[in-house]
């Protein structure tokens, strides 16, 4: 008899220890995943599973459509709930939601553990039935299906495209004359420029610099008041060593 | 003559009608228990479905770097992951345990290559739309925030309610956790179809059949695989509607448990999908009809009208209370499509021409439009055939005769696309129109070739009948130049959307800070919505020409107020835009030049005229993209 109650015991205490784990600053990720998705995807909904169905009273496949509609059902409509409370959709309130209501469905399901064979047993359950070679080519087409996800992410992030580095000048403080200015090199080398800060074709400052790929310059540079007077401000980027205007940036000063 | 002509007449109505039992089978061979415990093909199956995903991996990766014969490597190792799989389906010897295998397989495969065909970042338009969703959720906490581009999708969280679970507790990036939601989505549909067609049929042959068609359906390789809410819904709408076939004829000890599933999976589908909803509504309601029929009425089968009456309550509620725009959104679209076929039929307006052009660099080739035709034909004919099969045989089946008048609807909504804006509406029906058309058209095929015997030659006959089902769905969900990677195009979503854009308005996020007002085209409106927090400006929302902004040579003086008025602050340029044309037509918003269309890209002038205006600064230059500030303190008359 004891025996019928160790199924929902047990995962009572897993739901504890992934409610506690899930507590925990800088949990191993891949701990923090499979944790997270068993509370999301598994545990409420059989849970709920096991109050309102005897032991196995379900074929595997009715079983599984159950269990992970249950569990993605209680997730979206506790949402719908937590946006009334406090805690709001927050890691604490998803946590105390999910591991909340496991808990309690799984106490509930205690009263409800039968201690005689179920007659509604409409379970089909075969075994497995896979061989070794078969474990094995199952194995292989996973393999398979992550080389495939790698080789796109790989290509896609490789792939030949128009690099580009992003330049800006825009105000900080108009009154003051205080501007921010920029530049970002999302080139995959590193590269060297001439910046050129300008008022109407006078240069006001100038700077050389060196960028490895994907670092930024940036600056918060008080134009000088005279130069204000002028009708605009601009920011010009070369490449070291050219003569062409390779990004540049204007701001109107005055109305 | 006259007799003679009776007597056919009444031969084919007695042949139409004949004798059917209440719950006739499927003539299928009967598996032993040894039988049923084997995997058959499923393993090889998988290695091969497994090989073909890489094939296509390299496709993806070679039309990236521009390789010739990346899109020929794709297509054939696509259709013959499918062809492999459904003549598996076909077979008369596979156990349940396999069909249901390749059943989840099939699902899987395909939904890898809308993975592999965005890896690294959202990249298709609903999927930017609902990203500035979960976006401002996983910031606030709270739900219904405002997104200017979709309204509605605040007000239909669910989807992003998952996704909000998936990064507050693993720690992953929204995109991660998207494919994550839409996986295990996809997954549970398929398991959820493959149930709810053999509770239909009791067939496990009818249910794989009619799940590997239902794979054709243009929707299924990309929209409904996307980051997108219908994605999620149609997963519960399906749930509801097996849990509710599944507590017709459940044991009395497993009603209150189905009734919880009924329960749960109908109000997640009201809170992710408006559409889906509604069509879920339509299906229940034409449910409850045919079973309140005398001649379907079954006294051992409880009704649905509760469950019914309930769906209604439940989704008007959440409509007056929560999303009331919607109905606005909804209606509008209906009624001009209505409005445009009803003016069509009348001869006031000219029908839209299928396969027109919006772009001269792309032409459809020929063999596309017939395998496009083909394809509607195949299913018209299927339909029929099969409804044909379902009168003669099951016809006091309600299950088979709802699946028939969803099957039969098919016909009258694809009429729709011959408006001008209706295609899109069309194209939207078509994931539950096909859960109709796939049963029927699986029912179709085992009447000619019913699972007692192997026929070699009607196998690959339904083999090849189905991969062009299945092809025709994939050319009618994207156009072909959309469905690989490959160099940029203006205005052309996936192929629009690549890393000067996202750091473009990842750059306005982080240093002119969020919420400001924008005004751009199609794409880099999106991106600044989604990567950018910020607000846009657009023609249908706000009520005035945004593309008159950017194609006019230059900005006259009710232009400047309507800067002010509507309190735009930034603009932003794509410079591409003078070197390539649109290939939707358009570069910011449909009829940007009224009834003509664009025969060269904008000139170089229109889009520098603001570095000429000195109420503009060009505070942005990533080269293609810029971005100017509005100086409004200039000219409007701010506090």
Redesign the interface.
């Known amino acids: 008899m004891f025996r019928n109650y160790l199924r929902p015991l047990g995962l009572l205490a897993l739901t504890v220890v992934i409610w506690v784990l899930?507590t925990i600053e800088g949990l191993f990720?891949p701990v923090?995943?499979i944790a997270?998705?068993l509370?999301?995807?598994f545990l409420p909904g059989y849970a709920?599973?096991s109050i309102?169905?005897?032991r196995d009273?379900?074929d595997v496949?009715?079983l599984?459509?159950?269990v992970?509609?249950?569990s993605?059902?209680?997730?979206?409509?506790g949402?719908?709930l937590l946006?009334l409370t406090p805690?709001?959709?927050?890691?604490e309130?998803?946590?105390l939601w999910?591991a909340g209501f496991t808990i309690i469905a799984l106490l509930i399901s205690l009263f409800r553990v039968e201690t005689k064979a179920d007659?509604?047993a409409?379970s089909h359950r075969?075994?497995h039935?896979?061989s070794t070679?078969?474990i094995m080519?199952?194995a292989?087409?996973?393999?398979?299906?992550g080389?495939?996800?790698a080789?796109?992410?790989?290509?896609?992030?490789s792939?030949?495209?128009?690099e580009?580095?992003?330049?800006?000048?825009?105000w900080e403080d108009y009154w003051q004359g205080a501007v921010?200015m920029?530049l970002?090199n999302?080139e995959t080398q590193t590269n060297d420029y001439r910046i050129v800060l300008l008022s109407t074709g006078t240069t006001i400052h100038e700077w050389e610099v060196t960028l490895e790929a994907q670092e930024s310059w940036q600056v918060q540079y008080m134009i000088p008041r005279h130069f204000l007077a002028t009708?605009e401000v601009s920011l010009v980027v070369y490449r070291a060593g050219e003569t062409e205007i390779y990004?540049?940036?204007?701001?109107?000063v005055g109305? | 003559m006259r007799r003679n002509l009776w007597g056919w007449i009444r031969y084919f109505w007695l042949w139409l009608n004949p004798h059917v039992e209440r719950h006739p089978r499927h003539p299928e061979v009967e598996l032993s228990?040894e039988e049923?415990?084997?995997?058959g093909w499923l393993?090889?199956l998988?290695?091969f479905?497994?090989?073909c995903?890489?094939l296509?991996?390299?496709a993806?990766?070679g039309a990236?770097?521009?390789l010739p014969n990346s899109e020929t490597l794709f297509w054939v190792a696509i259709l013959a992951m499918y062809a492999l799989n459904i003549t598996r389906l076909l077979s008369t010897g596979a156990s349940r345990?396999e069909r249901?295998g390749i059943v989840l397989l099939l699902g899987l495969s395909i939904y890898?290559v809308k993975?592999?065909r965005?890896?690294?970042y959202f990249s298709f338009y609903d999927e930017l739309l609902h990203r500035r969703t979960i976006d401002d959720?996983l910031t606030?906490?709270?739900?219904?925030s405002t997104n200017t581009l979709l309204p509605v999708s605040p007000l239909y969280?669910?989807l992003e309610?998952?996704t909000?679970?998936?990064v507050?507790?693993?720690?992953?990036d929204i995109f991660t956790s998207g494919l994550?939601v839409v996986g295990?989505?996809r997954l549970?549909f398929m398991?959820?179809m493959?149930?709810f067609y053999e509770r239909f049929s009791h067939s496990s042959r009818v249910a794989g059949i009619a799940t590997a068609l239902y794979a054709a359906n243009p929707h299924f390789i990309f929209f409904d695989a996307q980051y997108g809410y219908e994605s999620l819904a149609l997963?519960?709408a399906l749930?509801t509607l097996?849990?509710l076939e599944?507590r017709a004829y459940a044991?009395e000890?497993?009603i209150?448990?189905v009734t919880?599933?009924v329960l749960?999976?109908l109000?997640?589908t009201i809170?992710?999908h408006h559409i889906t909803t509604i069509f879920l509504l339509i299906f229940l309601v034409l449910w409850v009809i045919l079973e309140h029929l005398p001649y379907w009425w079954d006294d051992e089968r409880p009704d649905f009208l509760n469950f019914f009456l309930l769906a209604v309550v439940g989704t008007l509620s959440w409509m007056v209370y929560i999303a009331t725009i919607v109905i606005n959104y909804l209606v509008q679209p209906i009624s001009s499509a209505i409005f445009d076929l009803v003016n069509i039929i009348f001869g006031k307006e000219e029908g839209r021409q299928l396969f027109a052009n919006t772009n001269e660099t792309y032409t459809i080739p020929l063999y596309e439009k017939f395998l496009i035709y083909g394809t509607a034909i195949l299913i018209l004919i299927g339909v029929a055939w099969g409804v044909l099969w379902i009168w003669r045989v099951h016809r006091k089946q309600i299950s088979y005769i709802l699946m028939a008048l969803v099957g039969l609807a098919y016909p009258a909504t694809q009429v729709l696309r011959f408006t001008s804006t209706g295609p899109e509406l069309a194209g939207r029906i078509g994931p539950f129109m096909y859960t109709g058309i796939s049963f029927v058209v699986a029912v179709g095929i085992v009447r000619l070739y019913p699972g007692l015997r192997f026929h070699w030659k009607r196998h690959i006959i339904f083999t090849v009948l189905c991969l062009l089902l299945f092809w025709g769905g994939i050319l009618l969900s994207f156009a072909r130049w959309a469905v690989l990677?490959g160099e940029?195009m203006a205005s052309a979503d996936t192929r629009s959307i690549?890393?000067?854009g996202i750091?473009?308005a990842e750059?306005a996020a982080r240093?002119?800070g969020a919420n400001h007002v924008f005004a751009a085209d199609r794409i880099n409106a999106l991106l600044m919505v989604s990567y950018g927090n910020q607000r846009i400006v657009t023609g249908s929302f706000n009520q005035i020409d945004v593309p008159g902004f950017f194609i006019a040579p230059i900005l006259y003086p009710d232009q400047y107020h309507l800067l002010c008025q509507v309190g735009i602050e930034y603009l932003v340029v794509d410079m591409r835009f003078t070197e390539v044309l649109p290939m939707f037509g358009y570069y910011y918003e449909g009829g940007e030049l009224g009834p003509r269309s664009y025969d060269r890209p904008l000139e170089a002038g229109v889009l520098n005229k603001f570095?000429f205006d000195?109420?503009?600064?060009?505070?942005?230059?990533?080269?293609?993209i810029r971005i100017y500030?509005v100086?409004r303190?200039?000219f409007c008359d701010v506090p």
């Open positions: 899930l990720f923090r995943l997270s998705l509370l999301i995807g709920l599973f309102l169905f005897r009273a379900l496949t009715d599984s459509a159950f992970i509609s249950f993605l059902g209680i997730t979206i409509l949402g719908i946006n805690f709001g959709l927050s890691e309130g998803w946590r999910l007659d509604f409409g075969r075994p039935n896979l070679s078969q080519i199952f292989a087409a996973i393999v398979l299906f080389m495939s996800i080789i796109a992410y790989e290509g896609d992030r792939r030949p495209k128009e580009f580095a992003q330049v800006w000048l825009f921010n920029g970002n999302l009708s990004r540049s940036t204007t701001l109107r109305n | 228990e049923q415990r084997h995997w393993p090889m998988t290695l479905s497994a090989f995903v890489l296509i991996a390299l993806m990766t990236r770097y521009y345990r249901l890898f993975i592999i965005s890896p690294s959720i606030t906490n709270t739900l219904f969280p669910g309610i998952l909000n679970a998936i507050k507790l693993t720690g992953l994550l295990i989505g549970l398991l959820g493959f149930l997963v519960f749930m097996y849990a599944y044991p000890g497993h209150a448990g919880f599933l749960i999976t109000g997640s809170v992710t990677p940029y690549e890393e000067e750091s473009t750059w240093y002119i570095d000195r109420y503009f600064d060009r505070i942005y230059d990533a080269g293609n500030q100086r303190e200039a």
